[in-house]
């Protein structure tokens, strides 16, 4: 974009958006270069993304507002749920109050009260007299509003997929793709998102059609919308897959990352409080996995260290007695709270309590993926905040990970080390 065309789109949202606090909108570069490509019409098929909190939505949002309350279009807003839709129109309701050319002319809005139109017009349409309409609407489109009927009915002069990298197949895109309408010389395409392998995002990221822009991280960093800071917090929590995704702005290839780097320690500290957790093996559709069960100590300091760890074939009456057998004195044991698992967490609270060990067990619901929550646990691993005895089968299956035959270890090490560090999934206290 040249010089001249970004200080004018830098002109021109300077004097119809506004800020959070009210002050004039203040565009960067590379959101001036966003704004630009999404109100441009020769760019009939639009890709863009920028590393996440870069600002990407709120812009996409302003320019869309644009479109529909100055320039008359119709633009449907389309997410894979109604949840990823309505993000957007969000964005597009805290501007609707920013300048009269945007609220003037809606319909059904009380513009008499300035300050409460934000709350008061539609969260699902927003409707000129004179033509603009924005509305949003899904790929499934189940319970939206008449603002936003189905997917499969509606078109419009730009159609928004927004966040496309979570969108895998195909047959879903080919509805959205038939929806830009060319009645008025626009007939639009823009796809918004994250850089997420195997997506529709990233087959149209591959393909001439579409215009790119693309923010990296290094001009998001020049433009003072992050400091290094920020980044490095961010960094030590999000794992090396993810960390491209959102913040590198790049599509993560197959097997490019050894997901896990763990670190032994030379000895254990004497004063440490322990966790535990059990991973069951289920009958007959289970057949060949392992019973995982993981010990983490943590010092003072909070360092976490694997204590002890086992992943063998064993029955649940003698997965019982290795627990009880346990030389340490537990904060919190979990165990999961589902199915079998569950009536096994009601067996073992009984004998603990008959047998006067007193074990605190707690019940925890998975509510994710086996892979996605052992995957969390990369940057933990990574940066040696748990540190571990080597050479054993939890050893084994990190560094196989995620090739690994058996992950039932793995598995019982994510349970344990969630009772300690962030709760990043749901956890029930039975």
């Known amino acids: 974009m040249s010089l001249q065309k970004r200080q004018k789109i830098k002109i021109l949202v300077r004097g119809l958006f506004k800020t959070y606090k009210g002050e004039p909108f203040e565009l960067t570069d590379g959101q001036a270069e966003i704004?630009?490509?999404?109100?441009?019409?020769?760019?009939?098929?639009?890709?863009?993304?920028?590393?996440?909190?870069?600002?990407?939505?709120?812009?996409?949002?302003?320019?869309?507002?644009?479109?529909?309350?100055?320039?008359?279009?119709?633009?449907?807003?389309?997410?894979g749920s109604e949840e990823k839709a309505r993000k957007i129109m969000d964005y597009v309701v805290a501007h609707?109050?920013?300048?009269?050319?945007?609220?003037?002319?809606?319909?059904?809005?009380d513009i008499s009260k300035i300050e409460q139109l934000k709350v008061s017009v539609s969260k699902n349409g927003l409707r000129w007299y004179d033509g603009g309409w924005i509305y949003i609407t899904s790929i499934d489109a189940r319970q939206i509003s008449k603002e936003g009927e189905s997917v499969v009915g509606e078109g419009g002069d730009v159609v928004v997929l927004e966040e496309a990298g979570l969108i895998k197949q195909k047959d879903q895109f080919s509805k959205v793709v038939r929806m830009p309408e060319e009645d008025k010389g626009w007939g639009k395409l823009i796809m918004s998102g994250n850089c997420i392998e195997n997506s529709v995002f990233e087959t149209a990221f591959n393909d001439p059609l579409y215009y790119k822009v693309r923010i990296p991280l290094?001009?998001?960093?020049?433009?003072?919308?992050?400091?290094?800071?920020?980044?490095?917090?961010?960094?030590?929590?999000?794992?090396?897959?993810?960390?491209?995704?959102?913040?590198?702005?790049?599509?993560?290839?197959?097997?490019?990352?050894?997901?896990?780097?763990?670190?032994?320690?030379?000895?254990?500290?004497?004063?440490?409080?322990?966790?535990?957790?059990?991973?069951?093996?289920?009958?007959?559709?289970?057949?060949?996995?392992?019973?995982?069960?993981?010990?983490?100590?943590?010092?003072?300091?909070?360092?976490?260290?694997?204590?002890?760890?086992?992943?063998?074939?064993?029955?649940?009456?003698?997965?019982?007695?290795?627990?009880?057998?346990?030389?340490?004195?537990?904060?919190?044991?979990?165990?999961?709270?589902?199915?079998?698992?569950k009536y096994f967490l009601k067996v073992i609270e009984?004998?603990?309590?008959?047998?006067?060990?007193?074990?605190p067990f707690v019940g925890i619901n998975q509510s994710k993926k086996k892979e996605e929550?052992?995957?969390?646990?990369?940057?933990?691993?990574?940066?040696?905040?748990?540190?571990?005895?080597?050479?054993?089968?939890?050893?084994?299956?990190?560094?196989?990970?995620?090739?690994?035959?058996?992950?039932?270890?793995?598995?019982?090490?994510?349970?344990?080390?969630?009772?300690?560090?962030?709760?990043?999934?749901?956890?029930?206290?039975?």
């Open 35 to 79: 704004f630009l490509a999404i109100i441009n019409r020769n760019y009939k098929w639009l890709w863009q993304s920028a590393p996440t909190r870069y600002g990407k939505s709120d812009i996409l949002a302003m320019a869309l507002l644009y479109l529909a309350a100055v320039k008359k279009l119709k633009i449907p807003i389309v997410g």
């Open 96 to 109: 609707i109050a920013d300048h009269p050319l945007f609220y003037q002319g809606l319909i059904n809005a």
């Open 218 to 341: 290094e001009q998001a960093i020049a433009e003072g919308r992050f400091t290094e800071k920020y980044l490095e917090e961010k960094k030590s929590q999000t794992t090396s897959k993810d960390w491209k995704r959102y913040y590198l702005v790049s599509f993560p290839e197959a097997n490019e990352f050894t997901y896990f780097k763990p670190q032994k320690y030379e000895f254990l500290p004497d004063e440490l409080k322990y966790y535990g957790s059990v991973d069951l093996a289920l009958g007959e559709s289970a057949k060949g996995s392992l019973v995982g069960i993981t010990v983490i100590g943590v010092n003072i300091k909070g360092q976490a260290y694997e204590v002890w760890s086992q992943g063998e074939v064993i029955a649940p009456d003698e997965t019982i007695r290795t627990i009880f057998n346990l030389p340490y004195k537990f904060e919190r044991f979990g165990v999961e709270a589902v199915q079998f698992q």
């Open 350 to 359: 009984e004998k603990s309590k008959q047998e006067g060990k007193y074990i």
């Open 373 to 430: 929550r052992i995957e969390s646990m990369e940057p933990f691993i990574n940066t040696g905040q748990i540190l571990f005895k080597g050479d054993n089968e939890l050893w084994d299956e990190m560094q196989d990970y995620p090739e690994a035959d058996k992950l039932d270890v793995l598995d019982s090490l994510e349970m344990c080390w969630r009772q300690i560090g962030p709760k990043k999934f749901d956890m029930a206290f039975v």
